[in-house]
Nanobody, 124 residues
């Protein structure tokens, strides 16, 4: 089992920056990749970013490329999402996820473990 706990969400204005954190515990050695997904109000959960355990491979959703950066700190079993130039359409619940498969996926079904989510609201 892997436990994921997100933090760092909040209310910000358009153009602001925010950093989300995710701490993993449990069978962290089984984690091959970690990622972030988000779910807008009334919407479906969508892919945001993912990173391989060694940091060599990263993918970003088209809507966040150039604005968001995913990184991880393996000694701390943590993953981060630096969000810059936030837009109202970035509003949603952000979920940290971990995958045990040996590839870096962008689909929700790729990820076995999920955090409880942290709310990000971008509004003027």
């Amino acid at each position: 089992q892997v436990l994921l706990v997100e933090s760092g969400g909040g209310l910000v204005q358009p153009g602001d920056s925010l950093t989300l954190s995710c701490a993993a515990s449990g069978r962290t050695n089984s984690i091959y990749a970690m990622g972030w997904f988000r779910q807008a109000p009334g919407g479906e959960r969508e892919f945001v970013a993912t990173i391989k355990s060694n940091g060599a491979v990263t993918y970003y959703g088209n809507s966040v490329k150039g604005r968001f950066t995913i990184s991880r700190d393996n000694p701390k079993n943590a993953v981060y999402l630096q969000m810059n130039n936030l837009k109202p359409e970035d509003t949603g619940v952000y979920y940290c996820a971990a995958a045990a498969v040996t590839y870096v996926g962008t689909r929700e079904s790729t990820y076995k473990y999920w955090g409880q989510g942290t709310q990000v609201t971008v509004s003027s």
